[in-house]
């Protein structure tokens, strides 16, 4: 079996199961422990995993991403999530949208038909509106951090002090009742506090894995959000006791 096959079926199962072991994948895919650990590396490498102890977890940050470009389908959690927010889009606004798997999505389903500017630290979503005509896209420029496919860094602050943006669409890990809104790398919790300064309103998208999750760096409190979208509906018991902090649920 070609390396890519093997990675891209690692890739599907994780999408599954969520957590995979390195034993099991070994057997499931009739090869060496050891060919399984370099896969595993590599496709962490890339952003699309997290590598733990025996095994791997979902890196909900660009794991569904990852998978799409080897060929498998976007999740049903995604799509109900980017349809519930192409709603808040309107001609002649300016947007802020940070790196990651839903506004990635989101970015590609935009209508052709609307006239926005785009702001990014992200190139693959820079990339996902070449086919809209109407939205100009301004790409924020410093380090590029392979990993998470995403610009950091002083040029990036520079440039978000000169922006006055409607909206911006936060990407995090986790959102937690009392923790906040967090993320797994100290300066891009960073930028995303600029970003919010940058914006008249933050929205954060949330998948229900990520509902309840607590990750190392903290950007914000769950109370600064204007809105949190999921693909829950809004009644549902997961989301109670986020309901009585004032932020708008959809």
Do not use: W
Request: with cysteine.
């Amino acid at each position: 079996m070609l390396k890519e096959e093997r990675q891209r079926l690692i890739l599907e199962k994780l999408n599954t199961d969520k957590k995979i072991n390195f034993v099991e994948l070994g057997t499931f895919l009739d090869v060496s422990y050891d060919s399984i650990r370099r896969d595993i590396i590599e496709l962490e490498d890339k952003g699309f995993l997290k590598k733990v102890h025996g095994g791997a977890v979902a890196n909900s940050y660009l794991s569904v991403l990852g998978t799409k470009k080897i060929g498998t389908n976007s999740s049903e959690e995604l799509t109900i999530l980017s349809k519930k927010a192409q709603k808040l889009f309107e001609n002649r606004q300016t947007i802020i949208m940070d790196g990651g798997t839903t506004n990635f999505f989101m970015a590609e389903q935009l209508s052709k038909t609307l006239e926005l500017t785009i702001v990014t630290n992200s190139p693959p979503l820079a990339m996902a509106l070449n086919e809209h005509p109407k939205i100009e896209v301004i790409l924020l420029g410093g380090s590029y951090y392979k990993r998470y496919q995403i610009t950091l860094g002083s040029e990036v602050s520079s440039q978000l002090a000169h922006i006055n943006a409607d909206y911006y669409f936060m990407g995090v890990n986790g959102v937690h009742i009392n923790k906040g809104l967090s993320i797994r790398h100290y300066e891009e919790s960073l930028i995303k506090q600029q970003m919010m300064q940058a914006a008249k309103k933050t929205v954060c998208c949330i998948i229900e894995e990520k509902i309840n999750v607590q990750e190392a760096y903290k950007v914000c409190n769950f109370q600064q959000l204007d809105m949190m979208i999921t693909n829950l509906k809004p009644t549902d018991h997961a989301l109670k006791d986020f309901q009585k902090l004032g932020v708008e649920i959809v």
